[in-house]
């Protein structure tokens, strides 16, 4: 018996080489090292061509918002492009656009983050003005509530004026009873009234300190030169005395299955929603899940995509995502219904197809597929300063370690069949989920 | 604090130089042209086979031929079907797609390395071995149509189809999209044909960026592409373009919207003409980016809209210049006037030494960054070689803008902006937009939203006339996102004024403060939308006393105007 198994083996690793050949990429040998007052700093040289990229990002997210203010890192994210001492309002679009460049930034649940790519030259302007904003901030009342306008409008757009923007949200909101992931980035509109110019002016204080925040340089620069602009321009912002407040809810494990209904109005089509509690984004398992992910529904030769759209028809989408967060994260199936389906016949769907990848194992040229698709992506968001800037942006925040950007092509290309079967077992039974139905509020009675 | 190198911005440091080497170039004996740009920093690459022909070499009468035949390339070949081609670059994490512009005609692919070999051969089938299938073909078509009539709801397209015709007129530039006639004529064997005449490899070049070794992918090229024969190139003739004599007015008539969707426009320039840096510059003077003039003074300045702008396309035969913007219906003359005062000024003044400098920073500076990816490099690239640019374009590119001189800037704004002889278009209520704008013309002409011409003289005033009769009830249709959705007026009529009542999918409602103008009838709507009330205006024109046509607009930020049409029951 020992001995088929083992030729079995070599067969199906054979099989597996043949279809996947490993593809490497240079590492990226960046720079660390942190400025007395803690901030860390990441650079990252690189000359082939004349821009660069500047990004910082804060250790703080949608989790932090301050009590009775669910939406205010968001809202404070908007904030942070009005004036500063030496600033005027959207002088960030003008350094930057008017010289070829962009800027953006950008609020999730673990971290909040501000990026500016411009032609070299324009290095130091953009060094001054980050390090403007987290020491030199002002806000006047007419910027705090035009801009707290514009953030309402965005929630009136995505999630009222979206007939599945509350699906969304209800995804994050039933899946977590203790951590405060369970809030969204958005927020709700009743406590982004309530929010005032000294909540601004004290979540400032608490979180935008260099102790609690990443400066990445990738890109075109002279090392030494760099250095020395950011030890001028960041390394004498004082250090607060206080601490940083840090989330410390964990959530528990699920012990038995929670089922919700929804209603909202204006639905077209039903939506079902099957949740499990992921491993925090640093844990090993996590590769697989990726790959199983990608098995499930990357593309429209994926599992959910030929089964429940092509196949069985009883889906118009159907996919299966892993959301990783610094913490627990979520894994979910999602289906928006065909015309005339239940939402029950989309959940027994989904989880036939969940046992069916528990039960037996995936084929190597699934496996091969899922990791190309995988791969190809990430080589591509190599490609440019910003996204490489971007993986180690990233990797400092979900992984805690910023040489993560190195290893991650690594670890998906070395996940087996076994390890994703494996994975699939440990992480999703009949007791650990969430089940959602979202669908029409017909209270007008047609 | 007295840290005094806070309070100012640190001054830029003088450009750096950006470095683009040579790429390799050769011509198989078919006469393809294959150039190699090898870049070995990430194991990718990026394929593109590109075409000199495009839209405008379809037959007049079957516009939209080049298109499908693009479009059907990755539908269907002797050993896939759609599905199973899809599933093949699915399985290799790649991509590959295929699509025509005016003048050009392209298949795209990237990929790992690793399977260079796999996409070239996905590449190739969808080129030599496409089938065209009856059914694909048919999708084709229905999908198609949809768009067309889809386009027809949205303000900037109406705006792009008068300005090309007026522009352009009988050459094939001025027309911007084919007829529903014309699409549902396409058959398989036009499409066969098409593809046999024009995919010839004497009119095709083949750009790889990435990393590869330049001879071991070139012997699989020849490999690969060498059997390919060649094809007669054929000459078009065009016709030109008509010659402006005067200022000219083109209303599109969307009655009751509350913007105007304003191009003024002449004739510019062909991709090739050596003015080409020098009107890039003064463009980016005019109207190209967020701090140009146009934006200063229409947006910041007046507020009379939230962008205004300015652009030349340049196309292989010639190009236009146009400076558009949307605005609030009530400043559509003043808007008008802010334009003409920058047309003219920078024909008529020198531009400072600053804005000069600006303007270069922003084109020097871009250009590197549009350049960092495979992709963005394979476009430059690309655009060179099928417009026949000289071999070191990319290499002096910020160089020959960094050359232009402040009296080239004023040469080039005489050469190619004309106020006095530009054509003025604008997609809004006509009657209001005619009050406005008439004295910015010398000659008016009025579409509706089917590119039908109107009575002008029945645009002028409405005062006298005995109000329409719309008692009653009207089914009406509203375009959101390609599809129609069905409305439901319910109108009670005295006299001038009317209410009544509204229902829809969007929630059902009351019509208030209603009037009637001759043919004209405004009101106010009251819906409840999920718990909010919302204020609908309406605006319509009564046609032949039951047909109605109008716009529906929402007074919420960021939600679009929806043209509706029907009739009463």
Redesign the interface.
């Known amino acids: 018996m020992q001995k088929i198994s083992a030729i079995l083996f070599i067969f199906v690793v054979l099989l597996v080489s043949q279809t996947f050949a490993q593809v490497k990429v240079a590492p990226i040998n960046f720079k660390e090292r942190k400025l007395a007052n803690g901030m860390r700093i990441v650079t990252y040289q690189d000359n082939s061509s004349p821009s660069v990229t500047i990004q910082v990002w804060y250790d703080v997210g949608s989790k932090n918002d301050p009590l009775k203010r669910n939406g205010f890192a968001h809202l404070f994210e908007h904030i942070m492009f009005k004036s500063t001492k030496n600033m005027k309002s959207e002088q960030f679009d003008r350094m930057t656009e008017d010289v070829g460049g962009w800027n953006n930034a950008s609020t999730s649940d673990d971290v909040t983050n501000y990026y500016e790519v411009v032609p070299s030259n324009h290095l130091e302007r953009l060094i001054w003005a980050e390090a403007e904003r987290m020491s030199n901030l002002t806000v006047d009342e007419a910027n705090f509530k035009s801009e707290r306008a514009v953030v309402q409008e965005e929630f009136r757009q995505s999630v009222l004026a979206n007939p599945y923007g509350q699906f969304y949200e209800s995804i994050q909101k039933e899946s977590f009873n203790v951590h405060p992931y369970k809030r969204t980035t958005i927020g709700t509109l009743e406590d982004l009234d309530s929010a005032t110019v000294p909540d601004v002016q004290n979540f400032h204080k608490t979180y935008y300190r260099p102790d609690n925040a990443s400066l990445i340089v990738v890109g075109d620069f002279d090392q030494k030169q760099l250095d020395s602009w950011i030890d001028k321009y960041f390394g004498k912002i004082t250090k607060p005395n206080s601490t940083i407040p840090r989330v410390t809810e964990v959530e528990p494990e699920r012990t038995k299955e929670k089922r919700v209904t929804v209603k909202a109005p204006n639905v077209p089509l039903p939506a079902v929603a099957i949740t499990y509690l992921a491993p925090p984004a640093k844990d090993k398992d996590i590769p697989a899940l990726q790959v199983a992910s990608a098995i499930l529904s990357g593309g429209e030769s994926s599992r959910l995509y030929k089964e429940l759209v092509r196949n069985q028809q009883i889906a118009q989408d159907a996919s299966f995502g892993v959301d990783t967060k610094t913490d627990k994260g979520l894994m979910y199936f999602t289906a928006t219904l065909a015309s005339g389906k239940t939402p029950e016949m989309a959940e027994k769907s989904l989880l036939a197809e969940l046992k069916k990848i528990q039960n037996a194992p995936v084929t190597a040229s699934e496996l091969a597929k899922a990791k190309n698709g995988i791969v190809a992506g990430k080589v591509r968001s190599l490609e440019t300063n910003d996204g490489k800037a971007f993986q180690i942006g990233s990797a400092i925040i979900l992984v805690g370690d910023p040489n993560a950007v190195n290893t991650e092509l690594g670890e998906i290309q070395a996940v087996t069949i076994a390890d994703v079967q494996r994975v699939m077992k440990k992480y999703f039974n009949d007791n650990n989920r969430v089940v959602i139905y979202y669908v029409n509020d017909d209270k007008e009675g047609k | 604090m007295t840290?005094q190198?806070?309070?100012?911005?640190?001054?830029?440091?003088?450009?750096?130089?950006?470095h683009i080497p040579q790429p390799f170039e050769t011509e198989l004996e078919n006469g393809l042209k294959i150039i190699i740009f090898e870049n070995k920093?990430?194991?990718?690459i990026n394929l593109r086979l590109a075409f000199r022909f495009g839209e405008i070499n379809s037959p007049k009468e079957w516009r939209g031929l080049a298109s499908a035949v693009s479009s059907l390339l990755t539908q269907g070949t002797e050993n896939y079907s759609s599905?199973e081609l899809?599933?093949e670059v699915?399985?290799?994490?790649?991509s590959l797609h295929a699509s025509s512009s005016s003048d050009n005609s392209t298949i795209s692919a990237s990929?790992?390395t690793?399977?260079r070999s796999e996409i070239l051969r996905l590449m190739t089938e969808i080129l030599f071995k496409p089938t065209f299938p009856e059914n694909e073909l048919n999708l084709y078509k229905q999908n198609t149509i949809k768009g067309l009539e889809f386009q027809r709801s949205q303000a900037d397209f109406l705006a792009d189809e008068q300005t090309a015709r007026i522009i352009f007129g009988s050459h094939p530039y001025g027309t911007v999209s084919p007829t529903k006639e014309q699409v549902e004529g396409l058959s398989r064997e036009m499409l066969i044909d098409f593809h046999r005449q024009k995919m010839i490899p004497n009119n095709a070049l083949l750009i790889v960026v990435g990393d590869v070794d330049k001879d071991e992918f070139l012997a699989e090229l020849n490999q690969v592409f060498g059997e390919w024969k060649r094809g007669n190139v054929e000459k078009s003739e065009f016709p030109t373009p008509p010659i402006r004599t005067q200022k000219t007015l083109t209303i599109v008539d969307r009655v009751g919207s509350a913007q105007s969707n304003i191009v003024l426009s002449n004739l510019g320039m062909e991709r090739t003409n050596p003015d080409y840096f020098p009107v890039l510059v003064m463009n980016q003077i005019l109207g190209a980016?967020?701090?140009s003039r146009l934006f200063m003074n229409i947006r910041e300045e007046k507020g009379y809209t939230y962008g205004a702008y300015s652009s030349f396309d340049s196309r292989r035969l010639t190009g236009s210049f146009e400076a558009t913007a949307e605005v609030r219906t009530a400043v559509t003359g003043d808007s008008l006037k802010e334009f003409f005062y920058e047309l003219n000024r920078i024909r008529d003044e020198k531009v400072g030494e600053n804005e000069l400098q600006?303007a270069k920073?922003?084109?020097?500076?871009?250009?590197?960054?549009r350049?960092?990816?495979?992709e963005g490099l394979t476009n430059l690239i690309v655009a060179q070689k099928l417009y026949q640019l000289p071999d070191d374009y990319l290499q002096t590119y910020r160089d020959k803008i960094n050359a232009v001189t402040i009296e080239e800037v004023q040469r080039v704004a005489n050469t190619y902006i004309h106020p006095d002889k530009i054509a003025i278009i604008i997609v809004g209520d006509a009657e209001e937009i005619l009050k406005q704008a008439k004295t910015y013309a010398d000659s008016i002409e009025i579409f509706d939203t089917d590119g039908k011409p109107l009575d002008v003289t029945k645009y002028e005033s409405q005062e006298g006339q005995l109000p329409a009769n719309i008692n009653g009830k009207w089914e009406v249709f509203i375009e959101l996102q390609g599809q129609q959705m069905p409305v439901t007026f319910e109108l009670n009529q005295a006299d001038s004024a009317f209410t009544g009542n509204f229902e829809s999918?969007?929630g059902?409602g009351k019509i208030t403060e209603g009037t009637i103008n001759g043919s004209k009838i405004k009101g106010k709507i009251l819906v409840d939308f999920?718990g909010?009330e919302v204020e609908i205006s309406l605006n319509g024109n009564v046609e032949n006393e039951n047909s109605i046509k109008g716009i529906l607009a929402p007074q919420?930020?960021?939600?679009p105007d929806l043209p509706f049409s029907g009739n009463k029951q």
């Open positions: 840290e190198f806070r309070k100012t911005p640190p001054a830029s440091l003088a450009p750096i130089p950006f920093r990430l194991p990718i599905k899809a599933e699915e399985k290799l994490g790649a990929a790992l690793l399977y980016g967020a701090s600006d920073n922003f084109l020097t500076g871009v250009f590197p960054i350049a960092e990816t495979q999918l969007l059902i999920q909010q919420m930020e960021g939600l």
